[in-house]
């Protein structure tokens, strides 16, 4: 028998698919035999993404996810998928007092109006599958934690997880369902950038805060992303799956 985690069949669209988290949760689902369409702004990294893939039928497409026309443009171009997952995102370190309306904007552009609009679209397009599954990828920051300088990440990541469980209302009757996966620290360029500014000693001190210890990989993310993909969640709906080495419990 096939294991219920096994995506044969599933066409799924991964955005954020040139880097870090979406691109490994794009190798994973690949891996489990899913045909996976693959979306980023870098040719050259969604390409490398694409040669690491098992199996066939994956595609890719250059796109800015916050251009709208363009986004439609491409879902005109999309097969009927059966997943889409929504792992682009930025990340502005700004406190308050300097944070300015282009940054709030770019930010919640990029990770809140983005995710929702694609979504809408491939839904409205019929592009979306009878019990297909939505996954945004949020973050601990702003639903469970809040960490300085990370106002306008937090507010736009907290506000994707509130949405997602009206979308679940909303789609329920379909089958279509709509999780978050809301990982904690992990290793990724995104991550790269941010401890640039962190002192070794913090870094240090910030990992102590993980009961499971150090800071997640990009697979513990892919992992979690196959079970809310795959018809082992079928009567999952609305839910939060943290991903974070137990920081939240801590
Ligand atoms: N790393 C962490 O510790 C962590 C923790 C919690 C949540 N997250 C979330 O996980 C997701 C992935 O993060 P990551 O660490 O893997 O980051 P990353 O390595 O910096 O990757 C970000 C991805 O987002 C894409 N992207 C950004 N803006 C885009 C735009 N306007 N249009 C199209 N694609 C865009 C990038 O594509 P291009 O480079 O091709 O433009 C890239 O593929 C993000 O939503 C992030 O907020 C990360």
Known sequence: MQSPFN???????????????????ACEIAR?????????RN????????????GEGHSYFAVDITDESKVNEVIGMLPVIHGLVHAAGILNIVPLKILTQQQLQQTTAT??????????????????????SVVFITSVNGTYTAVKG?????????????????????????HIRFNTIAPGMIKTEMYEEMIKTVSEENIKLDK???????????????????????DASKWVTGTSLVVDGGLTIN
């Open 7 to 25: 995506l044969t069949g599933k066409k799924i669209m991964v955005t954020g698919a040139s880097s870090g988290i979406g691109r490994s949760i």
């Open 32 to 40: 489990q035999g899913a045909a996976v369409v693959l979306i980023g």
């Open 150 to 174: 990370f106002a306008a990440y937090a507010g736009a990541k907290s506000a994707l997880n509130a949405i997602s469980k009206v979308f679940a209302l909303e789609y329920a009757s379909r």
């Open 43 to 54: 040719t050259e990294r969604l390409e490398q993404t694409l040669n690491a893939l098992e």
């Open 208 to 230: 102590q805060k993980y009961p499971l210890g150090d800071y997640g990989d990009p697979v513990d993310v892919a992992n979690a992303a196959i079970y809310l993909l795959s």
């Open 111 to 132: 990770n809140y109006f983005a995710p929702v609009q694609l979504t809408r679209g491939c839904i409205n397009s019929k592009k979306m599958g009878a019990r297909s």
